[in-house]
């Protein structure tokens, strides 16, 4: 089994997609560990995007997850890096596939709803980052 971390962005939480998102994890089998509705600053988006923050897109992406509430959650099941973003789809919205939460429910490249670790030395990384705690 393994965990990943998942962020709804704050387009998720403004369009009211949190149960729709939420339900598409559970409904594949991965079990709930961690959650937390939370606004973020600069910093932490910085922490989190450390591999970005040179990036073109970086300061409009900043301002985005800063935008608004996120939701934060830790989730559990064999593969689950993989599956998550599986699930999730390709990075803009526009080309993922009908199926995935990108191909389905966003039109962007930005606000493309979530987030997941994208290997296991990333989802270390951010769980740390994200839920001290666990
Ligand atoms: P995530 O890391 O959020 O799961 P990802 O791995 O599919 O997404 P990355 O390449 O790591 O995508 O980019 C991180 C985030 O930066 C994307 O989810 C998206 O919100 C934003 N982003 C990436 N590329 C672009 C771009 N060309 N223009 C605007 N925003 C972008």
């Given amino acids: 089994t393994q965990r990943t971390l998942v962020l709804l962005k704050p387009d998720t ?4 997609l949190v149960g ?3 339900g598409r994890f559970e409904a594949k089998g991965l ?17 989190h995007y450390a591999e970005h923050v040179e990036r073109d897109f970086y300061p409009p992406l900043r301002a985005f997850v ?3 509430p996120l939701v934060a959650m830790v989730l559990e099941g064999d593969e689950a890096i993989e599956v998550v973003r599986a699930l999730n789809g390709a990075t803009d919205g526009r ?4 199926g ?9 490249n930005r606000e493309n709803l ?3 670790s994208d290997s296991p030395e990333s989802a270390e990384r951010e769980i740390k980052i994200w839920f001290p705690g666990l």
Wanted: aromatic share 0%; charged share 30%.
């Fill in 66 to 68: 800063t935008s608004g």
């Fill in 31 to 47: 079990s709930l560990v961690a959650m937390e509705l939370r606004t973020i600053d600069a910093a932490k988006a910085d922490e």
């Fill in 20 to 22: 729709e998102v939420i």
């Fill in 95 to 98: 080309k993922a596939a009908p």
């Fill in 100 to 108: 995935t939460i990108r191909g389905d429910l966003s039109l962007s």
């Fill in 114 to 116: 979530v987030h997941g």
């Fill in 13 to 16: 939480v403004r369009r009211g």
